[in-house]
């Protein structure tokens, strides 16, 4: 089952620009870079030239012995069959992580052969670039990459209601049938999530066993990676934090606590740990801000945050949580639905907007779970994982800073009330067009 990529578009739109350089995709590793990269090729370019600095040792030498651009693109035709010319091919280089003179090597294809397409990616190309190894700094273009969205996955599952979804211009309820359809549906995507073979296997009607063991061996193919590409002293603490991640969020307020990985545990001992996970892209971390105030990020308190997975299936899957569970509303359900709604509400927010949210506190007396920054907007969001919205912490923030708009995302209707527009959790995909 082939799930369409809104990145694609993105891609097009980098093929055509005049200061076009080397494009570098960034992503967790089993989100489709690979295939998005070959999909590209075939779509917007007469040849597609791939080369893996992972199946292929041998590429490694011909990197070690010239930084010569031509050079290279004339040794690099006589290992592929397809034709490397100027504006007609698409060259990939994939786990470029694995070589950092194939990954230096950017910058020089910038400077002497613009005139050549080349797009790169890696599973942990973001380690790789935190640590500084080689990298060609601003002598690339970037491209982050996320996990399949659930607009993505209901355009398969239930092409109809996307396209219904996609032609909405006006902020007023769904008729009900086509809202508990899209329930449904959302209730399907939670299971999966947004790994495309994970995605894929569902909507190929192969069975949930099927859903559950791809889902497994993707966390066992990270853990192989902690072992293997992280610094030793790291290893053990990436997965201790890796693994509390689930009781972390199960937590009425969900901020992160050491005493939750390791009882005696410091920050300064899983710092390094901490921020791998992040370079990785397996997790995001929020921050909370001590003020609403423009830059969000200049008013970080870097003492307390909230770590979530970037993707809510391998939440799931971590957590050991049944899809059952979700698919049959197990009155069991209810705490750690109100953290997997959250989970996906962020998941859906970071592929919208440009700078990753934060959340507020106050004193105690209220919290609200995220706050986005959206050009010169400061806008406040609360996640709610049912139809029940009581709760203060949005009137206290309200009464506070008078916000242009409140969000609210609950499996109520859509619907807006003044300043506060509320949206059912199954259209934060359409966030950005909603709030406009």
Known sequence: MTIERTILQQLADWKLRKDRKPLILQGARQIGKTWVMKAFGERYFEHTAYFSFERNEELFQLFEQTRD?????????????EAI????????????QECNKALNSLKY?????PEFAIVAAGSLLGVSMAKGDSFPVGKVDFLQMHPITFKEFLEVDMRNLHDYLEELTE??????????QLTEAFHRYQVTGGMPEAASVFLDNR??????EVLQNILNAYSLDFAKHAEKK?????????????SQLSRENRKFLYKLVKPGARAREYEDALLWLQHSGLVHRIFAITKPALPISAYDDLTAFKIYLSDIGLLRKLAKLPPEVILNRSPLYSEFKGAMTENYVLQSLVTQFEVLPRYWTS???AEVDYILQDGLEIIPIEVKSATSISGKSLHVYNDLFSPDLRIRYSFNNLKK?????NIPVFLADWTKRLKS
Do not use: C
Request: hydrophobic share 40%; charged share 30%.
């Open 85 to 96: 010319v100027p504006e007609k091919t698409l060259i990939i280089f994939d786990e470029i």
């Open 234 to 246: 790291d290893i053990p603490r990436i997965t201790e934090i890796w693994k509390s991640i689930p």
């Open 109 to 113: 294809f910038n400077e002497e052969t």
């Open 69 to 81: 651009p031509y050079r290279l693109i004339r040794q690099l035709k006589t290992i592929t069959p």
């Open 207 to 212: 069975g949930m066993e099927k859903v559950e």
């Open 171 to 180: 902020i007023e309820e769904l008729p009900l049938i086509i809202f508990n």
């Open 363 to 365: 004193e105690g007396k």
């Open 417 to 421: 009330d003044g300043n506060l527009l």
